[in-house]
């Protein structure tokens, strides 16, 4: 198999396993797409790249260039984006359950703070009175690709529940705040296209409801991310053309239905952008033929956790034998002392051997990012494939780099 040219085996050869490979000019292709479909002569629409999916300096600098925004979710994700030399106005913070020390990096960043809570209020107030502050409301419903990411509804932890929200803009009024928008995200990896204007939809309603009980404008309406890219199992990908003509509708009429004012409409895609572009590569070890038959890879939920965490599926690839027809049935491990190392159950594969490469496609957010040293087994490489050159950007992690945090007593 080749990723953009390269073929995986020499990958491996040069880089070792497991090893993540990103392809630099496929990101760009794909914010430059998602920016060309919501464009519109009469509303304004601004992206905020959502950092979490993947937070690598060097990915996060392609955004800068492509004129994004960033959303960041933590200090340590607001600290990166200004050394990178973005423009605080162009930071939004959303964090939850904000520590006072959250809230002091986000106000002395001079970022936009989206809060979590009307209690979060009462705490940013206690270290200083932004001129713009903005919600994160939670409308009630949401949805996504699994139980665990969905972010929305009665069941998730985030956002003011839009019952509460005029109580939470009015407290904020009262504390002599003057300028406002208004935040929700719903969930993460949805390829339903009627997803994303319903739940415009249903939140400039509830937005509606707090211009008309406080008179308050809006400056900006952030619908969140959550636009989806197909994994295993899929049966197509999201046309985000028809997301955007459908929301841009939806957003141009209740404005104006609504007397919203003149808001920017605002999006936060992660996985959208990065997701399709980056694969992990990694090396089987060994085959165990018994009570089920186990294909055991050099990479473990400490390289790649979606599976472990919330049954995410992604699809495989064995090198070399792309064509070949399946041949057995396996679940995919790793090596890590944990029984929830599981990547797949009854996976149909070609005839795998010891030494063969297993391709994880679709794995460029939510993967490294998310890697760590659980039983010492170390993060791995990250490789980027930039106007057709190979150039490592993250070398691999070491047991001198674990020590180096350890003091002795």
């Known amino acids: 198999m080749d990723i953009s040219g390269f073929s995986t085996s020499h990958l491996a050869e040069q880089y070792g396993t497991p090893l993540y490979v990103y392809d630099f000019g496929k990101i760009r292709q794909n914010a430059r797409r998602l920016k060309s479909a919501f464009t519109a ?3 304004k629409v601004d992206f905020y790249y959502a950092m979490k999916a993947n937070c690598h300096p060097e990915i996060v600098r392609i955004f800068i260039e492509e004129g994004f925004g960033l959303d960041c979710v933590s200090p340590g994700e607001l600290k990166l984006a200004l050394s990178l030399g973005i423009n605080a106005e162009k930071i939004l913070y959303t964090g939850n359950y904000e520590s006072p020390e959250d809230l002091q990096a986000a106000y002395d960043a001079g970022a936009k703070i989206n809060l979590d809570d009307i209690s979060s209020l009462e705490r940013l107030l206690r270290i200083g009175k932004p001129e713009l502050i903005a919600y994160r409301i939670n409308p009630g419903k949401g949805r996504g690709k699994y139980e665990q990411i969905t972010t929305g509804g009665d069941k998730a932890k985030f956002g003011v529940p839009f019952e509460k929200a005029v109580t939470a803009y009015r407290n904020a009024i009262e504390a002599g705040i003057t300028r406002f928008g208004a935040h929700m995200m719903t969930g993460s ?3 339903d296209e009627e997803h994303f204007p319903a739940m415009l939809e249903l939140f400039l ?3 509606g409801e707090i211009r008309k009980e406080l008179g308050i404008h809006f400056e900006f309406i952030d619908m969140g991310g959550g636009l989806g890219i197909p994994y295993f199992g899929d049966e197509h990908e999201l046309d985000v053309g ?5 929301t841009i509708k939806v957003f141009r009429q209740k404005v104006k239905e609504l007397a919203l004012g003149n808001p920017t409409l605002v999006l936060e895609p992660g996985r959208y952008l990065v997701g399709d572009a980056g694969w992990m590569i ?5 085959i165990k033929c018994g009570y ?3 294909v055991g890879i050099d990479a473990g939920f400490n390289t790649l956790i979606r599976s472990a965490l919330y049954g995410a599926q992604h699809p495989i690839v064995v090198d070399g034998k792309e064509n070949h027809k399946a041949m057995m049935t396996a679940d995919i491990c790793g090596q890590i002392c944990e029984n929830t190392d599981i990547f797949t159950k009854d996976r149909q594969l070609p005839e795998v051997q010891e030494g063969d490469l297993l391709i994880f496609t679709q794995a460029g957010a939510y993967g490294s990012v998310m890697a760590m040293p659980y039983n010492l087994r170390f993060r791995p490489a990250e490789v980027a494939i930039v106007d057709g050159t190979a150039k490592l950007i993250t ?3 070491t047991f001198d780099d674990y020590m180096s945090r350890i003091l002795k007593i």
């Open 395 to 397: 070398r691999r992690e």
């Open 242 to 246: 028809t997301v955007a003509e459908e």
């Open 282 to 286: 990694s090396r089987v070890n060994g």
């Open 205 to 207: 309603n509830e937005l």
């Open 292 to 294: 089920r038959t186990f």
């Open 41 to 43: 002569d009469d509303i």
């Open 189 to 191: 990896g949805v390829l």
